[in-house]
Antibody, heavy 111, light 112 residues
Framework: QVQLKESGPVLVQASETLSLTCTVSGFSLTNYGVIWVRQPPGKGLEWMGIIWRNGNTDYNSALKSRLSINRDTSKSQVFLKMNSLQTDDTAIYYC?????WGQGVMVTVSS | DVVLTQTPPTLSATIGQSVSISCRSSQSLLDSDGDTYLNWLLQRPGQSPQLLIYSVSNLESGVPNRFSGSGSETDFTLKISGVEAEDLGVYYCMQATHAPYTFGAGTKLELK
């Protein structure tokens, strides 16, 4: 059974770095890419970036300068790091393979 | 980056009514491999999004066949033939042809 689950801090201070983990099961990261998507409260979905099955990455142009996505295939985990957080980075953060989605983690950036 | 424009932003429907949502792309979504990677997702209130249709017209497993997708190149449509109460929520188109991928702004389907 395919599952993705996000984990990480729910409250982060402005100017700090957000670190989130997506733990997957039911498939191998070497066979499928994983995408990070976020959704500010009451707003639409924003595609953040992807780590492809070969380990290459692509990022949203607007976030590229402060975002990185990595993985540990042995642990079936994908990592998101985003620095210089601001209050408008407050959002639900999802990891997804598009056909399967995590439950999301609500991250609040406090000033 | 590819811009996806969804219309209408809000759609009011009665149960049993058929409705359509449009998604227009700022550039062709036909990939060099011959496929067109335009997907449709539904986000019900308080839930994670779920994939309904992939590659324009392919129904994801378990999705009712009252949902259908059509279109090509830059113009795409999602049709619901007979809205049911469980269909209420926000619909998003998403393109996966050109990196970075992008989403439309969403169409909220509500009861009239």
């Amino acid at each position: 059974q395919v599952q993705l689950k996000e984990s990480g801090p729910v409250l982060v201070q402005a100017s700090e770095t957000l670190s989130l983990t997506c733990t997957v099961s039911g498939f191998s990261l070497t066979n499928y890419g994983v995408i990070w998507v976020r959704q500010p409260p009451g707003k639409g979905l924003e595609w953040m970036g992807i780590i492809w099955r070969n380990g290459n990455t692509d990022y949203n142009s607007a976030l590229k300068s402060r975002l990185s996505i990595n993985r540990d295939t042995s642990k079936s985990q994908v990592f998101l790091k985003m620095n210089s957080l601001q209050t408008d980075d407050t959002a639900i953060y999802y990891c997804t393979s598009i056909d399967y989605w995590g439950q999301g983690v609500m991250v609040t950036v406090s000033s | 980056d590819v811009v996806l424009t969804q219309t209408p932003p809000t759609l009011s429907a009665t149960i049993g009514q058929s409705v359509s949502i449009s998604c227009r792309s700022s550039q062709s979504l036909l990939d060099s491999d011959g496929d067109t990677y335009l997907n449709w997702l539904l986000q019900r209130p308080g839930q994670s999004p779920q994939l309904l249709i992939y590659s324009v017209s392919n129904l994801e497993s378990g999705v009712p066949n009252r949902f259908s997708g059509s279109g090509s190149e830059t113009d795409f449509t999602l049709k619901i033939s007979g809205v049911e109460a469980e269909d209420l929520g926000v619909y998003y188109c998403m393109q996966a042809t050109h990196a970075p991928y992008t989403f439309g702004a969403g169409t909220k389907l509500e009861l009239k």
